[in-house]
């Protein structure tokens, strides 16, 4: 696999990419890490985060080597909290990002170190073209899976007719058919969030004018669908963006993200997991914008419990008070719940037997890339079909039963999550989920996949930079 990256020392020839992600933690995190990979390489990356995280953060440039800039998303008081609506929220931050984007790349052509590439989130297409406008090398950054986005491809496209009319529905670049509970949540029901929905499928509104589409993904991993979407964009694979200690452990002190928009409890969680036996935890997260009903997180908390396993659950402050009363006092030592948790190494500490997710990419690929076997609890948008194929392509999990009320009961969780911990099926998803860990790791290893692929974006970048 190679030794160590030397990080060569900056030089303003090689070139200087800028990295703009949809302002949100399950955003910010795969860019700060493929920054540090561009940066391995020679190049210079700075990370635009909205104004008002850059100012609630408050954190020192450059994180990790990644430098660190803003630009306004029309609240910078207060950041979407003062939107009055996503629609009012996506306009504002189109118009005001759009005009700040195109001032900062002016701002930096009078410096030592004037912007050659953008990198940006299709969520956000007119950043694409901004780029265009100044002349720069440009590539769309996709944060969900291949599969999932090509579901989206041909939905933009009027191939994926909605509404669906006959299930199941196959979609090119799936290897199994998809039913209702399989699909977006956006796909069953269009008109519940309309502007989520135009902003998944806006996402290919103009990637004919990209240079690349870049993905958060690894070749091995999702072969059918990254062939058949190269036919129709110029695709790279460069994942999973997992800080490198976790994989190949060639850049230097790259062992964390180092973004964090919630309060960390690093010690309290890493010190309560190092005392339980190898592979005993349930580690329990469901993402920074799941808001469960009472009802259910007093099924979830009688689930746990009835598995007599140990778990950590990351539950925010808000989502505390609907707790059953005394439910953590009266488990002892054997539950830990925490308001944020250092997921990455938490699950690479070789205690964790199990993840019980929300099935958000991050979280699911971290989770392959760490060889952790999952129960899947999707909630919207792309997690329904990450469940899938967690469940049925790649074998590395149980997806849980919902009851016709919309409820997940006790009884099917405590099912769930013994079949993971206890089950001769729980054995071989973890067999399953050891395989894909290591394809990940030679994916991003010298001369894997995805490091292939980064070598080829570098290089073209570099080439703009001094043409």
């Known amino acids: 696999m190679g030794g160590k990256i ?49 100012q609630s953060m408050n954190l020192a440039s450059p994180v990790g080597g990644v430098h660190l800039d803003a630009i306004s998303d029309g609240f910078d008081g207060g950041g979407f909290s003062q939107a009055a609506s996503i629609d009012d929220y996506l306009h504002r931050l189109k118009e005001a990002g759009s005009s700040t984007l195109s001032d900062l790349i002016t701002k930096y052509e009078a410096t030592p170190h004037p912007v050659t590439a953008l990198v940006y989130e299709p969520f956000l297409p007119w950043a694409l073209d901004v780029a265009k406008d100044h002349g720069l090398y440009a590539a769309s950054f996709f944060t969900q899976p291949c599969a999932v986005d090509f579901i989206y491809y041909n939905i933009r496209h009027g191939l994926l007719k909605l509404p669906v009319e006959t299930w199941p529905v196959r979609v090119p670049g799936w290897a199994v058919e998809l039913e209702p509970r399989d699909v977006p949540s956006f796909v069953n029901a269009p008109e519940a969030y ?39 964009c110029p695709i790279l694979a460069i994942g999973p963006t997992v800080p490198s200690i976790y994989l190949d452990n060639r850049i230097p002190n790259d062992d964390e993200y180092g973004v964090d928009l ?16 190898p592979n005993s935890i349930i580690y329990v997260a469901f993402g920074s914008m799941v808001n469960f009903p009472p009802a259910q997180m007093t099924e979830l908390a009688s689930g746990l419990k009835r598995t007599n396993h140990p778990f950590i659950w990351v539950i925010r402050d808000t989502e505390l008070a609907k707790l059953p009363h005394n439910f953590v006092d009266d488990l002892g030592d054997n539950a830990l719940v925490v308001n944020w948790a250092p997921q990455v190494e938490i699950l690479a500490s070789g205690k964790v037997g199990c993840f019980f997710t929300h099935c958000g990419w991050n979280s699911t690929i971290e989770a392959l890339s760490l060889g952790i076997p ?3 609890f999707p909630q919207w948008t792309d997690q329904p079909p990450n469940a899938k194929l967690v469940e049925d392509v790649w074998r590395v999990g149980v997806r849980v ?30 067999r399953s989920a050891e395989k894909w860990r290591e394809l990940a790791v030679l994916a991003v290893s010298e001369g894997g996949s995805s490091n292939r692929s980064l070598d080829e974006f570098v290089a073209r970048v570099k080439s703009v930079s001094t043409s």
């Open 262 to 277: 919630f309060t960390l409890q690093r010690s309290t969680a890493t010190a309560w997991a190092a005392a339980k036996p």
């Open 194 to 232: 309309p502007a989520y929905f135009a902003m998944v499928v806006d996402q290919f509104s103009n990637t004919d004018k990209a240079d690349y589409v870049l993905i958060n993904t690894y070749y091995e991993l999702e072969k059918e669908a990254l062939d058949t979407m190269s036919k129709v």
């Open 6 to 54: 030397s990080t060569p020392p900056p030089n303003p020839q090689n070139g200087h990419v800028l990295l703009l992600p949809y302002p949100g933690q399950g955003h910010v995190n795969p860019m700060i890490h493929f920054g540090r990979r561009l940066i391995s390489r020679g190049l210079r990356a700075t990370l635009l985060t909205s104004v008002f995280i850059s």
């Open 401 to 430: 039963r919902v009851e016709e009320d919309g409820m997940v009961r006790g009884a099917e969780l405590e099912r769930c999550l013994k079949e993971v911990m206890e089950g001769e099926s729980g054995r071989e998803m973890k």
């Open 374 to 376: 999952m129960v899947a």
